[in-house]
């Protein structure tokens, strides 16, 4: 996964990836206790010591999240996300890891309601909206387009990075779904 998210302003937040930082550590924790004898005390401090490890990777990634969050939650008056299929992407096209490590889901849900709190607005652009194929500058939707091209090239001339472009084209949508809304 390319960070955790990316700004129709070309920033992205990038994640950090606490589970894949330590993925080494709780392999080596999880190997002494399975050498350990069932029961034992040496087995439940080392048990112990493991869920250290989990919970380290947890608490960090919750400060993270919650930091993102209250920061988009105090800039802006209404944030445009895609609404993902967080169970597709972890059980294909091998982001299991990186998407379960990202903890998405956990994270707009903590941003929406930060937004609520504010009196601010979360709008969630639908899954099929082809937001990577359709040029931000003309409009014009690109047929063919595999997921290895990073850069995204119009015939119109516009060249942008391919999150960026889909980025600015779910803000447009969103802004559209709101404007039918109100």
């Known amino acids: 996964m390319q960070g955790m998210c990316v700004f129709s302003t070309g920033e992205r937040a990038e994640y950090p990836m606490f589970y894949r930082n330590t ?18 005390q040496n087995y439940k401090k080392q048990k112990k010591r ?4 989990h919970e380290k990777i947890r608490n960090q990634r919750k400060d993270f999240q919650h930091k993102l969050s209250a920061s988009l939650a105090e800039s802006f008056d209404a944030v445009c996300v ?26 707009l849900s903590m941003l929406e309601y930060k937004l609520e709190e504010r009196g601010k607005y979360l709008i969630k652009v639908d899954r099929y909206f082809a937001s990577s194929k ?17 850069i995204y ?13 889909a980025a600015v084209n779910i803000m447009n949508e969103g802004k559209r779904t709101f404007a039918e809304c109100a």
Not at 95 to 106: A, F, I, P
């Open 82 to 107: 895609e609404d993902l299929n967080l169970k597709g992407m972890a059980g294909g096209l091998h982001l299991g890891k990186g998407v379960h490590d990202n903890g998405y889901g956990l994270f």
């Open 134 to 150: 359709i040029c931000s500058a003309c409009g014009k939707k690109k047929e063919n387009l595999s997921l290895s091209e990073r």
């Open 50 to 53: 493991v869920a250290l490890c």
């Open 153 to 165: 090239y119009c015939e119109c001339g516009h060249r942008m990075d391919r999150d960026v472009n």
């Open 23 to 40: 993925e080494k550590k709780i392999a080596w924790e999880q190997r002494k206790l399975s050498r350990c004898q069932k029961g034992s």
